[in-house]
């Protein structure tokens, strides 16, 4: 059981909007940065948005994330195939002694 | 260009021992913190330890607390993950990651990750 929480599947035909939530509480997404992370098949995680909302240079502006008091989600316009893949969020949580927590990913699937 | 290659992988048997390593090339070494992060086949990403930049500091995840140990060795650009008593559930690919921040005491994020390593705890 992760500790954030994310739907386990999304889909979406190629152009839409798509949204990826992601909740949380307090400790973790309500007093810390939200970041998002891409894992396309075969590959290692790559990040995608940190602080929120902020984009690495290199990803398209396509991809934006927000967050409002304990939930985030991540968007997606104009999808393309290349999309399909696993996305993670992440967070530093302040429980105990702290640590990094994920989401349990949600899979993305472009019709 | 960061580069970060995990190697140390392998199949062993529940209750042994195994040391992973990251060899990191492309940037200073010895100003960013590194992540060890896991993913389970099929599953998802699990988050196993930190160790800042000089080594000072080091934080676990309570599943391995205890028996994982980070470390670090900044003249040879390498990172370590000394997994003892292993578990079936540990069995997972194991990434190495980079801190986003330098010299950074505060949490930051992973950019960028690894290729992993597969370790398979089985009898």
């Known amino acids: 059981q992760s500790v954030l929480t994310q739907p386990p599947s999304a889909s979406g035909t190629p152009g839409q909007r798509v949204t990826i939530s992601c909740s949380g509480s307090?400790?973790?997404?309500?007093?810390?940065?939200v970041y998002w992370y891409q894992q396309l098949p075969g590959t290692a995680p790559k990040l995608l948005i940190y602080?929120?909302?902020q984009r690495p240079s290199g990803v398209p502006d396509r991809f934006s994330g927000s967050k409002s008091g304990t939930s985030a989600s991540l968007a997606i316009s104009g999808l393309r195939s290349e999309d399909e893949a696993d996305y993670y969020c992440?967070?530093?949580?302040?429980?105990?002694?702290?640590?990094?927590?994920f989401g349990g990913g949600t899979k993305l699937t472009v019709l | 260009q960061v580069q970060l290659v995990e190697s140390g992988g392998g199949v062993v048997q529940p209750g042994r021992s195994l040391r992973l390593s990251c060899a990191a090339s492309?940037?200073?070494?010895?100003?960013?913190?590194m992540h060890w992060v896991r993913q389970a086949p099929g599953k998802g990403l699990e988050w196993v330890a930190v160790?800042?930049?000089?080594?000072?500091?080091?934080y676990y995840a309570d599943s391995v607390k205890g028996r994982f140990t980070i470390s670090r060795d900044n003249s040879k650009n390498t990172l370590y993950l000394q997994m003892n008593s292993l578990r079936a559930e540990d069995t997972a690919v194991y990434y190495c990651?980079?801190?986003?921040?330098?010299?950074?005491?505060?949490?930051?994020?992973?950019?960028?990750w690894g290729q992993g390593t597969l370790v398979t705890v089985s009898s």
């Open positions: 992440a967070a530093w949580d302040d429980s105990l002694s702290g640590s990094w927590v």
């Open positions: 492309g940037f200073t070494f010895s100003s960013y913190g």
């Open positions: 160790i800042s930049y000089d080594g000072s500091n080091k």
């Open positions: 307090s400790s973790n997404i309500g007093s810390n940065y």
């Open positions: 990651a980079k801190e986003a921040l330098v010299y950074s005491r505060v949490p930051n994020w992973f950019d960028p």
């Open positions: 602080r929120n909302n």
